[in-house]
């Protein structure tokens, strides 16, 4: 099927990271370290390797850090130039995007996740687009949103990532129906924000990467709030799927939820270890620990 490219990617960072407290207080969750890098750092790699080329940050109050984060820095670039620290220098800069490459949308009250991807119509415009939750790393080669890119190149139409959820635990999550199950990649028949326990219609959760249409943005801009008292997308997308066909991709990799403090440093250890530079050291400092 000839579907549009997907050149742009949302990433809302202006929740409160509440589970994250208190490191996330003054330092926006998304800039917190896996082993050596801001957690955003991996997202935006991931995205490029996907084919992106614009990123819209949806921020909230005092994150100006993440711009400073890809912004140039002439007093730390010059003085590791000056001491002749260059591979630390190209570390600080492998992240600067292009300019003009990003940019930044207050979402001025952390109103849910549909409205914080809302915030983004302007400047998405009229083509499909990606969502990544940037608080859920994945380890994955290809990357998450390369998957689905590529889902979305075979299927058009929308396209969500999934992931079975750990027992128990599916009243936390977007869960997906589906029309029937054969291989990775299923069309979609509807979606829950946090079902009440028992009621799930699947055990595979919603995980963070989507390949949206832009008609999601006329459902967002009247939603009505949901699970929590929140605006959700879950429920946008939902509406939408009575007009437009929607796919869940089981991607081929792991899942680290950032947002938690046991997912958290479960990513940093599986990061650290995954490093063919620093691994083995990682590994022997663990195990030490142990
Ligand atoms: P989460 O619910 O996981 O993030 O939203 P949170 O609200 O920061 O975390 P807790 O529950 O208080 O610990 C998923 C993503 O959506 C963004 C968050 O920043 C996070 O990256 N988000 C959520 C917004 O940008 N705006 C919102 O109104 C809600």
Redesign the pocket.
């Known amino acids: 099927m000839l579907s549009q490219r997907v050149k742009k990617a949302v990433l809302?960072?202006?929740?409160?990271?509440?589970?994250?407290l208190p490191g996330a207080k003054t330092t926006p969750?998304?800039l917190l370290n896996v082993f050596d890098r801001p957690i955003l750092s991996y997202i935006v790699e991931e995205a490029r390797a996907a084919g992106i080329e614009h990123f819209v940050f949806?921020v909230g109050r005092g994150q100006g850090a993440i711009e400073d984060y890809f912004d140039a820095n002439p007093e730390i670039e010059g003085t590791l130039e000056a001491k002749g620290k260059l591979d630390i220098l190209a570390d600080v800069r492998r992240d600067l995007p292009q300019p003009g490459e990003m940019s930044f949308v207050r979402?001025m009250a952390?109103?849910?996740?549909g409205?914080?991807v809302w915030c983004a119509r302007h400047i998405i415009g009229d083509e499909p687009f990606a969502v990544m939750?940037?608080?859920m790393l994945m380890m994955a080669s290809p990357t998450a949103l390369a998957q689905a890119v590529a889902a979305h190149e075979e299927t058009g139409g929308n396209i969500v990532v999934v992931e079975p959820v750990p027992e128990g635990e599916a009243h936390k999550y977007g869960i997906v129906a589906l029309e029937g199950r054969d291989g990775r990649l299923n069309r979609m028949t509807g979606m829950v924000e946090k079902p009440p326990p028992g009621t799930e219609p699947s055990n595979l959760f919603i995980s963070g990467r989507y390949i949206l249409q832009p008609e999601i943005f006329e459902i967002l801009e009247t939603q009505e709030r949901g699970a929590g008292g929140?605006i959700q997308l879950t429920d946008g997308m939902a509406n939408l799927m009575k007009t437009q066909a929607f796919h869940a991709l089981e991607y081929d990799g792991t899942t680290y939820d950032c947002?938690d403090k046991i997912g958290l440093l479960r990513a940093n250890v599986a990061f650290a270890l995954a490093r063919p530079d620093l691994g083995e050291a990682a590994r022997k400092a663990i195990t030490d620990l142990l």
């Open positions: 809302p960072v202006a929740g409160l990271g509440t589970r994250v969750k998304n949806i979402q952390p109103l849910g996740l409205h914080a939750l940037p608080d929140e947002g």
